[in-house]
């Protein structure tokens, strides 16, 4: 399975579809968990990517290649990862999901999108590059439990901090719970723009929305 995990890790960075899909279905094959895959194999990856990228070793070309592979393979993980969800786990209470304005990284929103699901949540993707006035909006419409923001820019991250401001201005903030992620979001940052949530990964989303809305773990 390491093996199978490495090649995968490969592939998705070198964004050969044939060699990615194929470890993807070995790794499903034999059983190995889809948020192991996810994580350790999928989004490691990426993240591999990312350094090789700020080092001048890779280019944006490739990361779209790559972006592309990675979407093909979650067409096969996210399936499997649905068919774990567990019926007596409901979690009753609806997510907002967005990444924000300006942003149009959603590969890890779509992942946390995913474990939401598996874990009984409802949710409401809204997509990438949305702005607080849709936000609000769409608060004031579902009256959702929990808003999810993510951010991948340096630039964007201040965007969390203004659709938080906004549901201020809204009267809404009291009625919904916010929590923050995405690679530059720090717990620090969570805190200081009065978040209530904020999470480094998917599996670890899944535990700060399920204690957000007082479910069981
Ligand atoms: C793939 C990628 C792209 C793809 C995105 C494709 C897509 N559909 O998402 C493309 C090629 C389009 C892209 C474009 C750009 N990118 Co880009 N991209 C990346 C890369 C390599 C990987 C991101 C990724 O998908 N990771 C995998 C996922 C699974 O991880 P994740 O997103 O972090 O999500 C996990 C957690 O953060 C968390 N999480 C995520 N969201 C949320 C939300 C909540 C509520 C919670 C609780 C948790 C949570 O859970 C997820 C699962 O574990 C990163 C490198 C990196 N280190 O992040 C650069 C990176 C983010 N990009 C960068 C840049 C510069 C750009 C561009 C500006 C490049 C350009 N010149 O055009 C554009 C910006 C476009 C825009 N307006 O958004 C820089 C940002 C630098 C900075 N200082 O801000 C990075 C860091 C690369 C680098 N090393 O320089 N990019």
Redesign the pocket.
Known sequence: MAHDLEILQQALIAADPGEALAATERLLAAGVAPTTIL?EG??AA??E???R??RGEAF?PE??A??EV?KRCNELVEPALLATRDPDAEANALVV?ATVK????????N??AAMLRTSGFDVLDLGKDVSADRIVEVVREQAPQIV???A?????VPYQETVIRRLEDAGLRDAVKV???????TPEWAERIGAD??????PE?VE?ARKLVGAPQ
Do not use: C, Q, R
């Open positions: 994580e999928m989004a990426m993240f990517l990312g350094e990228w700020k944006l990361v779209v790559s972006a990675f999901l300006g942003d149009l990284h959603d590969l890890g929103k992942m946390v999810g923001l993510s991948l820019l340096t630039t964007t929590m923050v992620g995405g690679a530059p979001v949530g904020y999470a480094n990964n998917a989303a700060i």
